[in-house]
Every structure is written in structure tokens, then in C-alpha cells.
């Protein structure tokens, strides 16, 4: 107490002989550093530094929990994956895959702090918009803001789909005043859809730079943000459009890679199938720019021959294993009989890398292959995936491994980091929004109006890949016993043809994010979370055994301390919570 009397005591003193000193205070008036004047962020390069700045904040920045991959928040969750690794490491994600989850958990703050630093760069870009400066043409307005709201829109998106309704804010809010007084009791879809019209009314169908959005990638998420409300027809008139007449930033017809795993290869990045995706790269001198969110993500313990080496997370489930099962025609199990004990696909749980083990030899679709790492198999360029040698915990989280968005050994030093603590951030773009997706959600619309044999085709068009993208050995053999095909008998039962779209959505979008999105807007996520923790919650009892899916998990519970922040009368918690 003493000292600090006497402290302040000495400054009260030095600023008295300042004032004596001078009669003037200019001496006060020092810049700050690390700031721009607004006059300095109004010009043209100003407000697309601005611009970018929003882009920049898709990729969640270093949150490994706030990106749009949602490989926790709709992977996890959705059953095709378990956390995996360790039950010891990265603990707040255990309750989140047991659906035990509460408002005061550690992640639950991920997701939305991601989007409303989002949201705030992109209205602080309308602001700038309002008063530009004299080199910023009615042009530069039109496109730079259509921009915005796109950006805006995505992450109203995203925090819809996670806690429903948030507070809106948009530009014409005072950061400085009156925020903690904004309430999440208006729905997000009106102003969701008015952003995506806005972009789709005045974006150009092509970009200089092929990260910029176009308009028909706004189309495209216009049509998804139509299909989570019901609204079929729309959607469906916008997605033929898209499937019609659409072209990539850099101006290629839209369609699928020929080949299913190079869509995943850094070289082919802004490729025809990438509708929307959030651009990385590698070697920049931060990680930030890479893949953030994927460094802990790849098989455990690799050293030099295989990739990552850290840190065994994100395990694809049995259930999800199983369901790549193919019947004696090439066609998927939609009985759901795929985890029964005669259809299961063999595994090595239970096996050390040096114990004998022979692949699975029945029928499967080669889409497993390229998105499960299992032993026997091989794993990209690396090696046969060589089964407990690569998994940190096989109790905890199983014997396979994540494959998408992983380097091959020939990306090393080009589309992969080694700037970081570890190798496994990856300058591979990852891909929101894709053509096979904007295939199978206009199939879903196409079915709820009636147009059964559309969605075939399209269903189709997708299978069709698959048929060409077996997985070769370097001896030209087959890794697996592949036997796929489309469907050819007319779909005249919506139903079924219901059960066939939705079955082949897991198939070719799984670990990409959709899935326990695609279950809560079908209804469904109670019958098919029951499904897979009834085979995975047996296996895996240490981290799934007695975990139980409830209804109020469809959502995420609004961050506790967010509602402290402000008060429970001006956040309304989500119900259960």
C-alpha cells in the first residue's frame, strides 16, 4: 500500500515539472502505432486491404474449431469420425463427440467468435463504402460491397446452423455504443438471403483473382441457405442454373474432377469442381495462411515416412467405414445392413502393426480408399498404411486415419509448411462448396417436387466418378476390391430415391464437414446418431461408451460467457441449456 502511494506519488511529481516546463500539450499528441486513419483505409487500396482482411478470417484464423471444414462440428458430430488420438489431449472436444456438451465448454465460443470477427471485417468494409474516397468508382462500390455481403452472409450462415438465431449486427451498428444491447430474437435467414441476392445481383460471373467470389458461387449458396428452410423450388431453379450455365472464378465450366482424389492435390487448386473455396498457402512465412484447423489431423508417429507425424486426430468411425459396402451390383446398402456383422468391413482393431492382417476382400466403393487411411491400403504416395504404427491411442479412437486435405510425399516443401512446430499445415485450398455437393443438394430438390428421375441422373453423374477413380498399386492392380455402379432402374419412389440421395451425400462429401448438418435438416439425426453409436459406442467404450445423442444438441448452447457479458434477458440460451 505504501509503495504504491509512493509511485503515484513520483508520477504526480513528474507531471507537474512537465506542466511547468511547457505551457503547451502538443507533446501528448502522439501517433499510434499499428493504427491506419480512416482517411488512410477510405481509398481504393484502403478498402481492398479491408476486403481482404474478411477473406482472410474464413479460414478461422488458427481456430481450429471456427472454420468452415467443421471437422468437430459436423464430422465429429455428425458419426463419421471420432476425435481419435489421446483422451488426454485436446479434452474439450471429448464431451462435444459424447453430446454432453454445456454453454460454459471450452469450444463453444469457436465458432462464434470466428464468424463475428468475420461479420465485423466485413461491415467495417461497407462503412469504409459509405464514405470513400475520391479514387473508389461507383464500380469499385458495387463490386467490393457485393463481396462483403457475401463474406457477411457465410458467417450468419454458419452461426445459423450452429446456435440458430445470434445477434444481427450489421454496419449501421456503433461498436462503440449500444452493442451489448443487440438480442438474438430476430430470425437470421431474411437477412442471410438479402446478402447472397445482393452478391448474386452484382458480382461478376468471373474474377481476376480466382479467390474472389463470383456471382455464381452466390447463387450456389443461396440455393443451400433455401435448401436448410424447405424452400425446394427456389432452390431448385437456382442449382439448375448453377449445374447449366455455371463457371469457377477463373472461368471453367463447372464439373467433376475425373479423377476423385485430385481434387484434394494442391496443384489442381481452383480446379472445375470448386465452386467456393477458402485459399492457402504454404511457405508465406505464417501458418495462419495455410490449412490452420488440419495440423493436429494426420496419422500419429509417421516420421519421415509418412505425413504430418502429429497427432492421431479425427478417426473416421466404423459406422462411416462401413457404409462404403457395395452390394453384388456396385450399389450402396440403403437397408442400412452395412453394420452387420456380415457386412462390417474387416479391420485390424485389436492388431499390432507386426501381427499378421489381410485387407478387407468384399465388395466396397473405391471412395473409402480415397478418404480413410486403413492398413494394407495404400496411403497416398507415402506407403501402405501400416495400421497401429500410425495410431496413438487405438482403444480411444480406432484403426483408421483421415485422408482428405493430407499432403502427398511430392507436396513436401510446396503445398505443405515447415515453418511451424509441425509439418501438417498445408497450403491445399479447401473446398466450401463443391460441384458434387451442388449436384447431390439439387437432387434433394429435385425429389421434394417431384423430379425423380433429375435426381438420378444427377446421383449418377456422381457414381460415375467413383467408377472411374479406383485406387491403383503402382503395380496397376487394384488396392481393393472395387465394384461400384449407377443406378438404372428408374426412381418412381421418393422415398428410396429420398434414402439414395442421402446415403450418396456421405459417400462423396464425408470428413468434409456436411454431415451432421445434412441429418438435423433432414430430421432425421436421432434415428442415425442411435445407429452409429450403437456399433462405434460398443468398440470404442472408452470414448463412446454410454455417450447418448438428445434433442437439444442439434444446436450449440450460446457461449456462457457471452450471455454473462451481457445478461441472460438480452441472450435467450438455447433450449436444454
Same mark, same amino acid.
Given at each position: 500500500?505504501?509503495?504504491?502511494?509512493?509511485?503515484?506519488g513520483?508520477?504526480?511529481?513528474?507531471?507537474?515539472?512537465?506542466?511547468?516546463?511547457?505551457?503547451?500539450?502538443?507533446?501528448?499528441?502522439?501517433?499510434?502505432?499499428?493504427?491506419l486513419?480512416?482517411a488512410q483505409?477510405?481509398?481504393?487500396?484502403?478498402?481492398?486491404?479491408?476486403?481482404?482482411?474478411?477473406?482472410?478470417?474464413?479460414?478461422?484464423?488458427?481456430?481450429?474449431?471456427?472454420?468452415?471444414?467443421?471437422?468437430?462440428w459436423?464430422?465429429?458430430?455428425?458419426?463419421?469420425?471420432?476425435?481419435?488420438?489421446?483422451?488426454?489431449?485436446?479434452?474439450?472436444?471429448?464431451?462435444?463427440?459424447?453430446?454432453?456438451?454445456?454453454?460454459?465448454?471450452?469450444?463453444?465460443?469457436?465458432?462464434?467468435?470466428?464468424?463475428?470477427e468475420?461479420?465485423?471485417?466485413?461491415?467495417?468494409?461497407?462503412?469504409?463504402?459509405?464514405?470513400?474516397?475520391?479514387?473508389?468508382?461507383?464500380?469499385?462500390?458495387k463490386?467490393?460491397?457485393?463481396?462483403?455481403?457475401?463474406?457477411?452472409?457465410?458467417?450468419?450462415?454458419?452461426?445459423k446452423?450452429?446456435?440458430?438465431?445470434?445477434?444481427?449486427?450489421?454496419?449501421?451498428?456503433?461498436?462503440?455504443?449500444?452493442?451489448?444491447?443487440?438480442?438474438?430474437d430476430?430470425?437470421?435467414?431474411?437477412?442471410?438471403?438479402?446478402?447472397?441476392?445482393?452478391?448474386?445481383?452484382?458480382?461478376?460471373?468471373?474474377?481476376?483473382?480466382?479467390?474472389?467470389?463470383?456471382?455464381?458461387?452466390?447463387?450456389?449458396?443461396?440455393?443451400?441457405?433455401?435448401?436448410?428452410?424447405?424452400?425446394?423450388?427456389?432452390?431448385?431453379?437456382? =442449382?439448375?442454373? %448453377?449445374? !447449366?450455365?455455371?463457371?469457377?472464378? +477463373?472461368g /471453367?465450366?463447372?464439373?467433376?474432377?475425373? $479423377?476423385? @482424389?485430385?481434387?484434394?492435390?494442391?496443384?489442381?487448386?481452383?480446379?472445375?469442381?470448386?465452386?467456393?473455396?477458402?485459399?492457402?498457402?504454404?511457405?508465406?512465412?505464417?501458418?495462419?495462411?495455410?490449412n490452420?484447423?488440419?495440423?493436429l489431423?494426420?496419422?500419429?508417429?509417421?516420421?519421415?515416412?509418412?505425413?504430418?507425424?502429429?497427432?492421431?486426430?479425427?478417426?473416421?468411425? =466404423?459406422?462411416? %467405414?462401413? !457404409?462404403f459396402?457395395?452390394?453384388? +451390383?456396385? /450399389?450402396?446398402?440403403?437397408?442400412?445392413? $452395412?453394420? @452387420?456383422?456380415?457386412?462390417r468391413?474387416?479391420?485390424?482393431?485389436?492388431?499390432?502393426?507386426?501381427?499378421a492382417?489381410?485387407?478387407?476382400?468384399?465388395?466396397?466403393?473405391?471412395?473409402?480408399?480415397?478418404?480413410?487411411?486403413r492398413?494394407?491400403?495404400?496411403?497416398?504416395?507415402?506407403?501402405?498404411?501400416?495400421g497401429?504404427?500410425?495410431?496413438?491411442?487405438q482403444?480411444?479412437g480406432?484403426?483408421?486415419?483421415?485422408?482428405?486435405?493430407?499432403?502427398?510425399r511430392?507436396?513436401?516443401?510446396?503445398?505443405?509448411?515447415?515453418?511451424?512446430?509441425?509439418?501438417?499445415?498445408?497450403?491445399?485450398?479447401?473446398m466450401?462448396?463443391?460441384?458434387?455437393?451442388?449436384?447431390?443438394?439439387?437432387?434433394?430438390?429435385?425429389?421434394?417436387?417431384?423430379?425423380?428421375?433429375?435426381?438420378?441422373?444427377?446421383?449418377?453423374?456422381?457414381?460415375?466418378?467413383?467408377?472411374n477413380?479406383?485406387?491403383?498399386?503402382?503395380?496397376?492392380?487394384?488396392?481393393?476390391?472395387?465394384?461400384?455402379?449407377?443406378?438404372?432402374?428408374?426412381?418412381?419412389?421418393?422415398?428410396?430415391?429420398?434414402?439414395?440421395?442421402?446415403?450418396?451425400?456421405?459417400?462423396?462429401?464425408?470428413?468434409?464437414?456436411?454431415?451432421?448438418?445434412?441429418?438435423?435438416?433432414?430430421?432425421?439425426?436421432?434415428?442415425?446418431?442411435?445407429?452409429?453409436?450403437?456399433?462405434?459406442?460398443t468398440?470404442?467404450?472408452?470414448?463412446?461408451?454410454?455417450?447418448?445423442?438428445?434433442?437439444?444438441?442439434?444446436?450449440?448452447?450460446?457461449?456462457?460467457?457471452?450471455?454473462?457479458?451481457?445478461?441472460?434477458?438480452?441472450?435467450?440460451?438455447?433450449?436444454?441449456?
Open positions: 500500500m505504501n509503495n504504491f502511494k509512493l509511485k503515484i513520483a508520477l504526480l511529481s513528474s507531471a507537474m515539472m512537465m506542466v511547468a516546463v511547457s505551457c503547451s500539450d502538443d507533446f501528448l499528441d502522439v501517433a499510434p502505432t499499428g493504427l486513419a480512416e483505409l477510405s481509398s481504393l487500396a484502403g478498402i481492398e486491404a479491408s476486403l481482404i482482411a474478411a477473406y482472410s478470417q474464413v479460414n478461422g484464423r488458427g481456430n481450429r474449431l471456427g472454420s468452415p471444414s467443421n471437422w468437430v459436423g464430422s465429429i458430430r455428425g458419426g463419421e469420425a471420432n476425435k481419435g488420438t489421446d483422451p488426454g489431449d485436446f479434452t474439450t472436444i471429448n464431451p462435444i463427440q459424447r453430446y454432453e456438451n454445456d454453454a460454459a465448454g471450452g469450444e463453444m465460443g469457436s465458432k462464434w467468435n470466428v464468424c463475428y468475420g461479420i465485423a471485417r466485413a461491415n467495417n468494409v461497407l462503412r469504409l463504402l459509405n464514405n470513400p474516397g475520391p479514387d473508389v468508382t461507383e464500380a469499385d462500390k463490386r467490393i460491397s457485393a463481396q462483403a455481403r457475401f463474406l457477411r452472409a457465410h458467417y450468419y450462415f454458419e452461426l446452423r450452429d446456435y440458430n438465431n445470434t445477434p444481427y449486427v450489421d454496419e449501421t451498428v456503433d461498436y462503440g455504443s449500444g452493442l451489448e444491447d443487440v438480442k438474438n430476430k430470425d437470421l435467414w431474411p437477412f442471410i438471403e438479402a446478402d447472397f441476392q445482393y452478391a448474386i445481383d452484382n458480382l461478376p460471373a468471373t474474377q481476376a483473382q480466382v479467390g474472389r467470389v463470383n456471382s455464381w458461387a452466390a447463387k450456389a449458396y443461396m440455393a443451400k441457405a433455401l435448401l436448410y428452410q424447405g424452400k425446394f423450388a427456389p432452390a431448385k431453379s437456382l =442449382f439448375d442454373d %448453377v449445374i !447449366a450455365n455455371g463457371v469457377t472464378s +477463373n /471453367l465450366k463447372y464439373d467433376l474432377v475425373p $479423377y476423385y @482424389d485430385d481434387m484434394f492435390r494442391g496443384a489442381n487448386d481452383n480446379h472445375q469442381e470448386s465452386v467456393w473455396a477458402y485459399q492457402s498457402a504454404a511457405g508465406t512465412g505464417s501458418v495462419a495462411n495455410a490452420p484447423e488440419f495440423d489431423n494426420f496419422p500419429y508417429n509417421t516420421g519421415p515416412s509418412g505425413p504430418g507425424n502429429c497427432c492421431g486426430f479425427f478417426q473416421p468411425s =466404423f459406422t462411416f %467405414v462401413n !457404409a459396402r457395395t452390394d453384388a +451390383n456396385g /450399389l450402396p446398402l440403403l437397408d442400412k445392413s $452395412y453394420n @452387420d456383422p456380415a457386412n468391413v474387416k479391420s485390424d482393431m485389436g492388431l499390432n502393426s507386426d501381427q492382417f489381410t485387407p478387407d476382400s468384399g465388395n466396397l466403393d473405391p471412395r473409402l480408399d480415397h478418404t480413410v487411411g492398413r494394407g491400403i495404400p496411403y497416398l504416395d507415402w506407403q501402405d498404411h501400416p497401429a504404427a500410425w495410431i496413438r491411442n482403444p480411444n480406432g484403426p483408421y486415419s483421415p485422408k482428405k486435405y493430407v499432403y502427398e511430392s507436396e513436401q516443401g510446396s503445398f505443405q509448411d515447415n515453418s511451424s512446430w509441425t509439418p501438417g499445415y498445408t497450403g491445399i485450398n479447401f466450401i462448396i463443391r460441384f458434387a455437393d451442388v449436384l447431390l443438394m439439387s437432387a434433394e430438390a429435385d425429389i421434394e417436387t417431384g423430379a425423380l428421375e433429375s435426381a438420378r441422373a444427377k446421383v449418377n453423374r456422381v457414381r460415375e466418378r467413383a467408377m477413380s479406383k485406387l491403383m498399386r503402382a503395380d496397376g492392380t487394384m488396392a481393393a476390391n472395387y465394384v461400384v455402379s449407377t443406378y438404372t432402374a428408374p426412381w418412381t419412389d421418393a422415398s428410396v430415391a429420398r434414402r439414395a440421395v442421402r446415403m450418396e451425400r456421405m459417400l462423396e462429401l464425408g470428413m468434409e464437414g456436411h454431415r451432421f448438418y445434412d441429418l438435423v435438416r433432414w430430421n432425421t439425426v436421432q434415428a442415425e446418431l442411435d445407429f452409429y453409436l450403437a456399433l462405434d459406442g468398440i470404442l467404450t472408452g470414448a463412446l461408451g454410454g455417450a447418448k445423442f438428445t434433442d437439444k444438441f442439434r444446436l450449440v448452447p450460446i457461449p456462457q460467457d457471452q450471455i454473462d457479458l451481457v445478461g441472460a434477458d438480452i441472450l435467450i440460451q438455447n433450449p436444454g441449456f
